[in-house]
């Protein structure tokens, strides 16, 4: 969460250390001097505070942690019991014995069946919504009803409906991340200024072209924030999901290291869950931004 | 006799909760192919409305509207729209925008080659090839209404509406623009409905101005032939007698008869 902040400040400090620098130049300057040096200085200021950070909260860490009574490792201690997980996350040392990466892999494929399917379901259901206003009346309050359930509490259902872990799984991924697509959608399309609907009526554009020319280009910010919410909370879903149908899987890797009392393991994939929710969310930021570019009407 | 665009004995009541309010009484006007006129009045008189029905985006109460002896209940191109903040679909590029209209009106009756031809044709027409690229956001707001004005011709309808379509442009270039309209209806002679609420800019344009009452339940309060010879000029014109005239007169009736009341 806190990237984006720190994204915003660099403008405001490069200037500074820059004009300490220029006067110095040549007349000529090298390529040392233009190129390399200010590219060194944006890479310095954006990595060099979250590097500070980090290395501050790990000595904090270690400290509080070194004492031989302490209930949770130390990172030294993470570093010496988990090396293999660290180093190396793509090792095979038998079936129930791989890196980390295989795991997340799984749950990884796992979230894209499950919020590929809420994806469709969720924009289709939310466009019938925001167009018709006995749809959004009929089904609106069932929708805010069912999508503050917990994922979790699908579970048992799903299991006995689907009678196997793995589709269970995925249709808890998809439970969850459904409703902020739908509900968002629906915002998105209830929201198309009536003048856009108006050329489409002028230009007599069938119900489909309709959809694909003007519904979702106009909705696609709100599609996209919808995704976006969707996207972390099937992220959120399926480690928990995972602990309690096991299998392969990042979620079953903590829930099994606990059982046998690795918690240094329980560290590396806490690290591993976060980095890869933070990419998943920027991925989906990020093609947000390449596909709703010029959507914004002024 | 049949007028080539008939608006007959038209009545509009909107109707929220239980209130009933009467935005056009018993409105009927004849226009003929190849004629330019303009509806002039204060806001609120009902004007877009009129104009929407005739578009088909509105339904009429009472009565109805008939292009070459057909009654028109739904929007079609053959009434395209230039509307007032210019519509234009800020995802696609100026030539899509246009494309879209073309590809629409003409799918099944012209060769994808012709239909690009047709685009950029249009495109041309209103000075906008240069910019076809560009995305609405990156051209200012007369390009803008052009590139609007470019969509509407290309759809080659039988009445072209212009829903105030200079009402948000500065002076200059609002003027700009009534030159290039002028200049197309004189090159291609199409029928024209436009509202405005300018009357300089109403005189110049038209053929017939049609003065409305204030609303509620407002109607056609006068019509006025503007009998001056095409093409016209703005500078000579200015001084011409006919024209201030009709000046006058469109103006004794918006200042004098039929004075804007607030909150009417």
Redesign the interface.
């Known amino acids: 969460m806190n990237m984006p902040m720190l994204k915003t400040d660099p403008q405001a400090v490069t200037r500074a250390p820059s004009a300490t620098v220029v006067p110095l130049n040549p007349p000529t300057p090298g390529f040392l001097r233009t190129r390399i040096l200010p590219a060194a200085r944006t890479v310095a200021v954006r990595i060099l505070p979250p590097l500070v950070t980090i290395c501050v909260l790990l000595g904090v860490w270690q400290v509080l942690c070194m004492h031989p009574g302490a209930t949770l490792p130390s990172p030294s201690r993470i570093w010496s019991d988990a090396r293999d997980l660290i180093v190396d996350p793509f090792f095979v040392a038998g079936p129930q014995d791989i890196g980390l990466a295989w795991r997340v892999l799984t749950s990884l494929h796992r979230v894209a069946i499950g919020f590929g399917f809420a994806a469709i379901a969720g924009i289709l259901i939310g466009a019938i919504i925001g167009q018709s206003v006995w749809a959004m009346r009929g089904l609106d309050p069932i929708f805010q009803v069912l999508r503050t359930i917990p994922p979790l509490a699908w579970l048992p259902l799903s299991l006995a409906a689907f009678r196997d872990s793995q589709p269970s799984a995925i249709f808890v991924i998809f439970i969850t991340s459904v409703w902020p697509i739908i509900i968002n959608t629906a915002v998105g399309i209830r929201n198309i200024p009536q003048d856009y609907r108006n050329v489409a009526a002028v230009l007599r554009l069938n119900p489909l072209e309709f959809f694909w020319k003007v519904m979702i280009p106009a909705a696609a910010p709100y599609i996209f924030t919808g995704l976006r919410i969707g996207i972390g909370l099937s992220w959120l879903a399926i480690v928990a999901a995972e602990m309690l149908t096991g299998g392969v899987g990042i979620g079953f890797f903590i829930w099994d290291a606990w059982n046998s009392s690795r918690l240094s393991d329980i560290v590396v994939a806490l690290v591993y869950i976060g980095i890869v929710g933070f990419l998943l969310d920027r991925l989906v930021a990020g093609i947000a931004t390449v596909v709703t570019r010029g959507t914004a009407a002024n | 006799m049949i007028s080539y665009l008939q608006i007959d004995h038209l009545d509009k009541t909107f109707v929220r909760g239980n209130r009933e309010t009467k935005v056009l009484k018993d409105v009927s006007l004849t226009v003929e192919k190849g004629q330019f006129v303009s509806i002039i009045g204060h806001s609120g008189c009902g004007k877009t409305t009129l104009l929407n029905i005739v ?3 509105t339904q009429a109460t009472l009565g109805g509207v008939l292009l070459e002896g057909r009654e028109v209940n ?4 053959d ?3 230039v ?1 007032q ?1 210019h ?1 234009l ?3 696609l590029t100026v030539y899509d925008n246009v494309r ?2 073309v590809d ?2 003409f799918g099944a009756s012209k060769s994808r080659a012709e239909r690009h031809a047709w685009t950029l044709h249009n495109l041309d027409l209103v000075q906008m090839s240069h910019a076809k690229d560009k ?3 990156e051209i200012s707001g007369g390009m803008k209404q052009r590139v609007g004005l470019a969509r509407a011709l290309a ?1 080659e309808p039988k009445v072209l509406l212009l829903d105030e379509p200079f009402g948000a442009l500065d002076a200059l270039t609002r003027a700009h623009l009534q030159d290039s309209v002028m200049a197309l209806h004189q090159k291609l002679g199409n029928t024209v409905l436009m509202i405005t609420h300018d009357v300089d800019e109403a005189v110049l344009l038209s053929d017939r101005i049609v003065m409305m009452t204030n609303g509620p339940a407002a109607q056609i309060g006068e019509i006025l032939d503007v009998a001056l010879a095409r093409p016209r000029k703005r500078l000579e014109v200015a001084a011409n007698a006919t024209y201030l005239k009709c000046r006058q007169r469109v103006l004794e009736f918006l200042y004098e008869r039929h004075r804007y009341v607030e909150a009417a």
């Not at chain 2, 739904?74 to 191109?77: A, H, Q, T």
């Open positions: 578009a088909g985006l739904e929007p079609g191109p009434r395209a729209v509307f903040n519509s679909l800020p995802w879209l209209a629409k009106v995305r609405p956001a759809m």
